[in-house]
Structure formats: C-alpha cells, structure tokens
C-alpha cells in the first residue's frame, strides 16, 4: 500500500491537518461522522490514478475545533476559505458520510470550486420515507456494525473494525461522535434547506452513490439527492450499508472511476 504523507497547517483561522498520497489528477476526499478512519483499499485503489487530499476536519480527533462553527453550514463555509488558503481547486471532491453533507453544502455555496461532485451515503437532506439513524443512542463501535450490510459475515468490517479497539481509537471515535453532535443535532443530521440549495449544482457533474441496505442513512435520502440535483447520475450498490468504499471497496472504486473519466 502506498504511505501517505501528513502534515498539520495553519488555514482560516484555525489548523487542519492534512493526508497526501498517490499520483495524477488530484481528488479531495472527506471522511464520515467517526473521523479519518486511516488509509484503507479504497484509498489506495483511487491513489493509483489521483494524488488523493485528505483532510481530517477539525474537532474530529486531530485538531481542534473551530470555536465559532456551529452548524453544517458555518463548518462549509469555514472548510471553503481553507481551501482558497491551501489553494486547491478547482477540483473533484468525493464526500461520505458527513463527510457527503459537508461536500454538498459546500457546492451549493460556492460551485465553482469544484469540478466534479461524489456523494455517497450522505445525511444532509431529511430522508422521504425512513429515518437517519441516531449515532448517539449506542456506541461508536456498535454503531460501525449497524452501518455494514452484515458485519458478522463482512471480511472488510473484520478486517478493519473486528478486533479489540485501541484507547487510542476509541478517545478519536469520542471526539468526532461529539462534534458531529455539536454540529448535527438541531435538527437532527440535515438541513431542510439544503435539498432546494442543491438545483445549484445544474452545471455541476455529481454522483450519488448509495448503499441498497444502508441502514444509517435511508436509500431515500440519497433518492433525494439525486432528485435535488438537476443532471446528476444515481448508483445503487446491492449488499451494501452505510459504508460503500470499505463494504464493497471494488464496485465503489470502479463507479467513482468511470464518473470522474468520462468528460
């Protein structure tokens, strides 16, 4: 596997510590609700054609938080004049989890930032039917099995969430479930004006890509992004929960490659 280079920068008023590695066309990617969870397949699937960005947000275990960012929407704001101090863009953001929330949101504030838009199991928009599970009432761990199809049975969740769980591990998991809380909780894991926000995004090429049995976020949320955003394309991967890059690592890869090839 291909090691990563890290560093931690000053940006926006406030740190941002930041993974780099591979090589290509750059892609940002931006982790879910638990926080960075290291460099996995998928990283170094993608890594093989792209120089990959990978910003841990602030608050979520590496450093900390940004005092005056509240909601969703002030973190998208505070993440886009980062990105205008590091200096990146335009280019293609794959989000996931909130990670998914947090891309959207900046988008929809500032299109021209990106070139190209990938969210995948994404809260942000108050699902139709169904509802966003809440992360809060069990902890961190269970809560990773709930997000897999069947972890009991998953190679990929025993191989990297099956075996003791590291102080370490588990201090990062709490720092991130509570910042996702202070940030998500009212009202609960979406914004009701996002989804009318996102018809912005009409020249945007974006993917939505869902998991069929996500069970942390329902298949309608991400039926609803798709909806939301005029042009977009919509995948569905079977036997699949809440975490499509690590659950079924090489159907992701494959979708997400064939969307940022095409012209």
Known sequence: MITPAEETVEVAGGQLHVIQGGSGSPLMILHDELGHPGWLPFHDALARNHTLYLPCHPGFGYTDRIDWVMTMRDFAGWYLEALDDLGWGPMPVLGYGLGGWLAAEMAAMCPPQFSKLIVAGAPGIKPPTGEIFDMFMVVAKDYIAKSFYDSANSA???????????????????????????????????YPGLAPLLHRLKRLPTLVIWGREDAIVPLSAGEAYHQAIPGSQWVVIDQCGHHPAIEQAEAFVQHVETFLSAS
Not at 171 to 182: C, I, K, L
């Open 156 to 190: 990929p969740y025993q191989a990297f969430f099956g075996g003791d769980v590291t102080p370490e591990q588990l201090e990062q998991w709490e720092y991130a479930r509570e910042e996702a809380s202070r940030l998500t909780w009212r009202p609960y894991m979406h």
